[in-house]
């Protein structure tokens, strides 16, 4: 089993939507977790990074964690078709000085005019 | 920016022939990391380095090497390419005061034939 699960997708919605990813794991001493947004023969990129459980917005994009339930989600508000990317969830234990991340397998989101 | 760089950006090479890829940055940054991107296994830990000449092992590293001699550029050597090592290659650096969040270079794709 993987430490970090993520639906592959595809995940298609119509422009507008609301669109929730989302990573399950199973190592509780994870304690920084992050999303990023991969497009299309690119490097990966950083959206957002939270520490420990609760909320977390920028603009349209709200990321949440869970840490009773090992769950994290990434909400798209008002999702355009310049999202159409792949979302990685990655997660480190914060408490190593190597700073090692595991990552998801990555979710493929399209967004439809 | 964190100005990171991968040389070659695609390269095509034969089983058995050594093969090294370079990743360059401008900004000191003690911590930098090679992965690797195959389709269902999303981004795996090659190796990693913590200062010049300090190195370690990540999750796949049979099969690679790696060597810094100077801050700004870490080596990853296939010392004999395998079709297995078909993928795309990504080298990370860690930023700092940002918890464990890494920054990526724009990645290097590699057929080994």
């Known amino acids: 089993q993987k430490e970090v699960e993520q639906d592959p997708g595809p995940l298609s919605v119509p422009e507008g939507a609301i669109v929730s990813l989302n990573c399950t794991y199973s190592?509780?001493?994870?304690?920084?977790f992050m999303w990023y947004r991969q497009y299309s023969r690119k490097g990966p990129e950083l959206l957002m990074y939270?520490?420990?459980?609760g909320n977390k917005e920028d603009g349209r994009f709200t990321a949440q964690v869970d840490k009773s339930s090992k769950y994290i989600s990434l909400f798209i508000r008002d999702s355009q078709p310049s999202d159409s990317a792949t979302y990685l969830c990655?997660?480190?234990?914060?408490?190593?000085?190597?700073?090692?991340?595991?990552f998801g397998q990555g979710t493929t989101l399209q967004v439809k005019p | 920016d964190a100005g990171i760089t991968q040389s070659p950006r695609h390269k095509v090479t034969e089983t058995g022939t050594p093969v090294t890829l370079r990743c360059h940055q401008t900004?000191?940054?003690?911590?930098m990391y090679w992965y690797r991107q195959d389709p269902g296994h999303g981004l795996r830990l090659i190796h990693y380095?913590?200062?010049?000449?300090?190195?370690d092992k990540g999750e796949v590293s049979d099969g690679y090497s790696v060597s810094r001699s100077k801050t700004e550029d870490f080596l990853l050597t296939l010392e004999s390419a395998t079709s297995s090592q078909t993928s795309v290659y990504f080298c990370?650096?860690?930023?700092?005061?940002?918890?464990?969040?890494?920054?990526f270079g724009p990645g290097t794709r590699l057929t080994v034939l």
């Open positions: 990370a650096i860690r930023l700092a005061g940002m918890a464990d969040t890494q920054y």
């Open positions: 190592n509780s001493a994870f304690q920084y």
């Open positions: 939270t520490y420990s459980s």
């Open positions: 990655a997660m480190s234990h914060g408490s190593s000085n190597t700073g090692k991340l595991i």
């Open positions: 900004e000191n940054h003690r911590y």
């Open positions: 380095s913590y200062g010049v000449k300090d190195t």
